[in-house]
């Protein structure tokens, strides 16, 4: 039984289409990357599954539980749509903590307004947490005192706080340099160790192959190809991912 | 006329200015909000009916508006409203000029209210579409996310607009004396008429600027309370 079932998703803005068919499935424990162009539709398929984005066409199933089926007649109310949220973490590209709550503060938030557990034990959880992405110094700065590597693992744990069935990450490492990305990556290899099941949309490709159980090449909208990444990183077999990889590949070479 | 018998009498009438700025204050900040909600409205109605009062109120000088709100019952209703409430306080409780104040009050808490609206919208347009978006994906609801999110951020944007704004109000209570109401430059002004003393009209700008000294350091203390965070 997979963990996510997608199936069919289509989603236009405007005359627009930017999701035509996407159908993949997941399973528990697996680690997922989607890589693909700007443009390719790969954030746009991320904020579908967070509902941040309503697919026009298409279910959408964790552990069998149907969350989103546009054949479906009843619409999804605002508290559907909340609970829906609850079985995934969402971490952002520019990460979006809460400036005027300190690092703690950002965790326990969510936690504590859905009243989840008493507040002994949403703090107990924040503050493991905390420890684990390696801040437990700067439980109490605001995240302006923060570097963007710092912020993200902030971003990360906050994520983690609600006890997500799949955690998504869209570009983390986008905003950051070289030597701040590294310190993410180290923190998503650890939650794979960990058999945390996650969905990556990123550009680092290195990363992709070595972190992922599987990969898949989105390109205007579809998914061009996809399987296990020494497969598709490593021997693309359409056109399309070989053009996408050529650069790759080639810095590999060197 | 001693200098100290001036100022006491001024400061009587400044205290009429203080009322107008208090109550305009404390019921136009308030009625700012849902004016600002109403602007930014998915319903088209509600947000065209909010621009056209935004656009007329914030459009039409403010002394007119006194004289439009004071003057309107009588040559609608040919009922002089607050005439009557003049009146009547006058001879129930020997309080003057209650029904001019009422509607220099009303005039101004309209008018300011609709300029703060627009303060509130701008700051709240301001604040990234990402920080509503962390809200959602943690299953949060609007009205927690505003609440408990976006608020305090809103409120660290807009500290120095409606400090200007609120500099600008004490300011504009002047505009009172248009239907006769005995705020502080109306007193200088029958100084002036009934003794020949032109000083003490200059003198008031000492109060009004004494007040925005105040008023100056008091927002200055709010951003720096709010200086903890950047957003």
Known sequence: MSILEVSNIRKSFGKTEVLKDISFTLEKGEVLSIIGSSGSGKTTLLRCLNFLETADCGRIAVDDNVLFDSSSKIKLTDEK?????????????NFNLFPQYTVLQNLTLAPTLLKKDNIAAINQRAFELIKKVGLEEKADAYPCQLSGGQQQRVAIARALALNPKILFFDEPTSALDPELTGEILKVIKGLAAE?????IVTHEMAFARDV???????????????GKPEDVINNPQQERTRHFLSRFQENKTI | MSFLEVTAFLFDG???SLLIFAVTLLCGAPLGLPIAFCSMSRFKIVKSISKVVVWVVRGIPLMLQIFIIYYVPGLLFDYQLFGQIDRFMYLEYGISDAGRITA???????NYACYFSEIYRGGIESIPRGQHEAGYVLGLTKSQIFRKIILKQVIKRIVPPMSN????????TALANCIMVCEIIKNAKELAATKAMIWPLFFTGVFYLVFVGILTIASGRIEKKLSYFRS
């Open chain 1, 81 to 93: 749509v909340r609970e829906n949220r609850l079985n995934f973490g969402l971490v952002f590209q």
């Open chain 1, 195 to 199: 058999k945390m099941t996650m969905v």
């Open chain 1, 212 to 226: 992922s159980d599987k990969v898949i090449f989105m390109d205007g909208g579809v998914i061009v190809e996809q």
């Open chain 2, 14 to 16: 400044f205290k009429i």
């Open chain 2, 104 to 110: 220099v009050l009303i005039a101004f808490t309209l």
């Open chain 2, 165 to 172: 704004e609120i500099i600008t109000l004490i300011k504009d």
